[in-house]
């Protein structure tokens, strides 16, 4: 029999230590962050613990196989904002209730389980309308923009070139994307 995959909101917020770990080891396995020995990364700690906030897993055998993380836009702002202020404040005037998906990570060998990221956007999606988020505001590197115009119709806002989370000066071209909630991709 084969193990099922369950997906569900993070109800236990010390496991918020294995979220920083998987987040650390993806960005670290693909160059953007340097070295620590903590081997931990919160890249937005002020939106961690918040009522806007909702950390969705994926657990195989009870470990945390990816998650995603959804914010709605409140008095915290959204993780966007960091990168994308002036274009993340024009899309709060143009849109009413929009929220952001971050720290989309898989496990190293679930990098390619494009079924695994699917039912993961797809939970996240449900998860996002009973948010009431009608719309997903999310940063990805270049490399993935089209992937995500294909997997969720997402848009292209805008595009810059910056170093993220990395005290060794390396930059990286990122982009700032909107994709509707409201259907599902499996």
């Given amino acids: 029999m084969k193990d099922k995959v369950i ?3 993070l109800d236990d917020l010390n496991r918020l230590s294995e979220i920083y770990s ?13 070295f620590n020995k903590k081997k931990m990364i919160n890249s937005n700690p002020h939106l961690d613990n918040i009522e806007e ?10 470990k945390i196989i990816a998650t995603n993380t959804l914010t709605k836009d409140g008095k915290n702002g959204l993780h ?19 929220g952001s998906t971050w ?3 898989t496990k190293d060998k679930e990098n390619n389980n494009i079924k695994l990221i699917k039912n993961l956007i ?16 999310f940063i990805v ?23 993220m989370q990395s005290s060794e000066g390396k930059e990286v071209n990122l982009v700032l994307m909107i994709a509707e909630t409201s259907f599902n991709i499996s």
């Fill in 80 to 98: 966007t904002d960091k990168y994308f202020k002036i274009e993340t404040d024009e899309l709060r005037r143009k849109y009413k209730n929009i």
């Fill in 53 to 62: 906030t909702i950390v969705i897993i994926a657990e195989l055998n009870n």
């Fill in 122 to 137: 797809d939970y996240s999606n449900t998860v996002a309308s009973e948010m009431d988020i009608k719309y997903n505001l």
């Fill in 103 to 105: 720290r989309i990570v």
């Fill in 141 to 163: 590197k270049d490399k993935h923009e089209n992937v995500y115009k294909n997997l969720v119709n997402a848009k292209t806002i805008a595009k810059k070139r910056t170093n």
């Fill in 22 to 34: 998987i987040t650390y080891d993806a960005f670290y396995e693909n160059g953007d962050i340097p």
């Fill in 7 to 9: 997906f569900k909101k």
